[in-house]
């Protein structure tokens, strides 16, 4: 698996960008696919559209399924502040 099992709170760009590498290296081999609840209005249908070293949006919420487990997952970033995010399971 090629993206992050446990929780992780992002404290900086290096690791936002890291988190943003292995996620999509992950979609792109099958291993998570995305999705959008729908009670998520600011959630993002496609991470791909983010570039991995920035510039970003100013907030960045995404989410995630694992086709083979069912486990979930939420991507969130507030880059304009610069106040972190985080990626945990659901």
């Known amino acids: 698996m090629s993206y992050p099992i446990a929780d992780i709170q992002i404290k900086s760009q290096h690791q936002l960008t890291t988190v943003l590498r292995e996620i999509k ?3 792109a081999d099958g291993s ?14 496609d991470l791909n559209v983010v570039s ?3 510039p970003w949006p100013d907030y960045i919420e995404a989410y995630f399924t694992n ?7 939420k991507l969130t970033a507030e880059t304009y502040h610069g106040a972190g995010g985080s990626w945990q399971r659901l």
């Open 25 to 27: 290296g992950a979609l």
């Open 32 to 45: 998570l696919q995305q999705f959008v609840p729908a009670d998520a209005a600011l959630a993002l249908d």
């Open 52 to 54: 991995d070293t920035g």
């Open 67 to 73: 086709p083979k487990t069912g486990e979930r997952y």
